[in-house]
């Protein structure tokens, strides 16, 4: 099973608004990824948890705060977002950092109001 | 430079044709890749990862040269459900993920 679940599938959130994103996977990855993509661009990475670690974060800003509470569970935390953080948010897993495949989930598209 | 760069497209074929997407990557360190595709408003999804020695999955043949840090994606015979925008992933020493910035594919009737 290469599932990785993501919720919730649309989120449509004004910006004084406080949600969080959810990702899900039960392969046994120890790495999980959280990544931006807005329209006709490829995926932009934010953050990645290595062994339930924040390792990488690329310079996100902080209205964006991920959270890893065990190696199955990813969440990403919005607060005060702005109407240019629209855009599709992906979750993706892989076995570890050292160059496994990524597993991505459907993802959850954002609307800022 | 982009760490990674591919064909800039769109590629407009009819069906049947045999296609080729080239991806080029700047890090002589770069250790994993990877082709995705990616249809509309969906995830991206693993098409194949590229070995050295090149490889083959069906109508699609994966191609690394590294010594002119090149990855090749050949698509044979190709289908209406091959439309979707492919997607070029080179990760390095265990760091990040790189994405190109994808060549999109239209196969037509």
């Known amino acids: 099973d290469t599932e990785v679940t993501q919720t919730p599938k649309h989120l449509v959130m004004g910006m004084t608004n406080k949600k969080s994103l959810k990702c899900e996977q039960h392969m046994g990855h120890r790495a999980m990824y959280w990544y931006k993509q807005k329209a006709k661009k490829p995926p932009e990475l934010m953050f990645v948890?290595?062994?339930?670690?924040?390792?990488i974060n690329e310079s996100v800003p902080s209205r964006f705060s991920p959270e890893c509470p065990n190696s199955s569970l990813l969440n990403l935390h919005l607060h005060a977002l702005q109407p240019e953080d629209s855009a599709l948010y992906l979750c993706?897993?892989?076995?570890?950092?050292?160059?496994?495949?990524?597993?991505f989930g459907p993802g959850t598209r954002l609307t800022v109001l | 430079r982009k760490e990674v760069e591919q064909d800039p497209g769109p590629f407009n074929v009819p069906e049947g044709a045999t296609v080729a997407f080239n991806c080029t990557y700047s890090n002589s360190a770069s250790q994993s890749f990877f082709w995705y595709r990616q249809d509309c408003r969906k995830e991206p999804k693993l098409l194949m990862s590229?070995?050295?020695s090149g490889n083959e999955d069906g109508r699609f043949t994966a191609q690394l040269n590294r010594a002119s840090q090149y990855i090749s994606l050949l698509i044979r015979d190709s289908k209406l459900s091959d439309s979707a925008t492919y997607l070029c992933v080179v990760n390095t020493n265990g760091q990040n993920f790189v994405f190109g910035p994808g060549t999109r594919l239209s196969v037509l009737p």
């Open positions: 948890y290595s062994y339930e670690k924040l390792s």
């Open positions: 590229v070995y050295s």
């Open positions: 993706a897993s892989s076995q570890d950092r050292t160059g496994d495949t990524q597993y």
